[in-house]
């Protein structure tokens, strides 16, 4: 497994941007596909998007495809998740995890996941 920790959530009007971090301190890192998942007040936790472990293949939800991007630095073991033209939706603590599986969507198939990080979107 590897340590994951979240951070650059926060509060921020409709419309506008954050960029979330994952930062690791394993070796693994490197060589683990990785992904982001959230979970809204009430709901149930929800696939984000996720990203191989060289950064060449990326999958995303389809509620944030066009807003989303997610990167990942591995000579800083860091990954990233921009996110741009925020909608009172995705209001939820977000969550960065280990991929075991890349192109699942399932949390079956994530581990090692991070403490998270809280986005509220205000309308």
């Known amino acids: 497994q590897v340590q994951l920790v979240e951070s650059g959530g926060g509060l921020v009007q409709a419309g506008g941007s954050l960029r979330l971090s994952c930062a690791s301190s394993?070796?693994?890192?490197?060589?683990?596909?990785m992904g982001w998942f959230r979970q809204a007040p009430g709901k149930e936790r929800e696939f984000v998007a996720s990203?191989?472990?060289?950064?060449?293949?990326?999958n995303y939800a389809d509620p944030v495809k066009g807003r989303f991007t997610i990167s990942r630095d591995n000579a800083k073991i860091t990954m990233y998740l921009q996110m741009n033209s925020l909608k009172p939706e995705d209001t939820a603590v977000y969550y960065c995890a280990r991929n075991l599986a890349f192109g699942s969507t399932r949390q079956v198939d994530f581990d090692s996941w991070g403490q998270g990080t809280q986005v509220t979107v205000s309308s």
């Open positions: 394993g070796r693994t890192f490197r060589f683990s596909n």
């Open positions: 990203i191989n472990w060289s950064g060449s293949s990326t």
